[in-house]
């Protein structure tokens, strides 16, 4: 058994690899930059190192083969506490419907509101709106130690009177080794393309995001630690790290590095009855000034 596990991480990790070649051959232009903020509190804390990990409701976005190591059905929501009239939330659920497969559907917005308009003259208009959605269904399959997962999106996005739409795909995989570590890889926005209500009639391209990572969670210490690297079409691939620290598994702090900037953050589970509530929290770097974004999230576990 441990040598089955042994070359089926040398094979996911090949296949990286290969993935990470064709990547460099995709598109490196930067639409639909914000499927690639990420989601989650517990994966935002940890420096969005969460392809080796992921097994919640939000591996509808990192990793859908993580739907599959779910123990319960999850409902997840996520807000983003932002400046400049800026939106970011997502609704995720997902579960196991038998002991290998599970499904899972959420809702991703990223926006800005109120924008002043300009004439090319430079006075003012009308104000307008600029918003971006994707809507994903989810799917994973496990194999004893393999798993697999495939989301697929429809994406939209409208600015002021135009928009566009557009789907894209989501290829991931997951192997435990050991059951100490767990290697992960997925391919994002295969294929994606965004096609515009224009007179030209444009068509966006999507870059492709390959990410790959390795996590170690032994049993003798709540503690999980994950490192993971990114590559976005032909930029540069950046690297993260991540960890968290639970107690009695009721709470719990994390800390990580999404390759520019450092995050924290940390979490609180409350058992009711049938059913468990757990508040996240996460604070990460804003792009556009030099503060944290909170990041809040919400599961409720069946």
Known sequence: MKTQKFFSSVILLSMLFVCEAFAA??????PGAFLRRGVGGRALAMGNAYTSISNDASSIYWNASGLSQMEKVELQAMYSILTFDRQQLFVGVGGRISDAFALGAGWYKFGVSDIDGRDRAGNPTQKFDDSENSFMLAAGLRFGDIAVGVTGKYLSH?????????????????????????VGFVLQDIGAQLSWNTNSNLKETLPLTTRGGVAFEPDFIPIV?????????????????GGEYRIFDFFGVRAGYDGENASFGGLVRVPVESFAVQLDYAATHDGLEETFVHHIALSIFF
């Open 25 to 30: 051959s995709g598109d490196g232009g930067q």
């Open 158 to 182: 409208s600015l002021a009177d135009k928009s566009a739409t557009g789907f894209g795909l989501d290829l991931g995989a997951s192997v435990s080794l050991f059951e100490l570590l767990s």
């Open 225 to 241: 630690l994950s490192t993971e690297v990114v590559k976005i079409g032909k930029g540069d691939i950046a690297f993260k790290a």
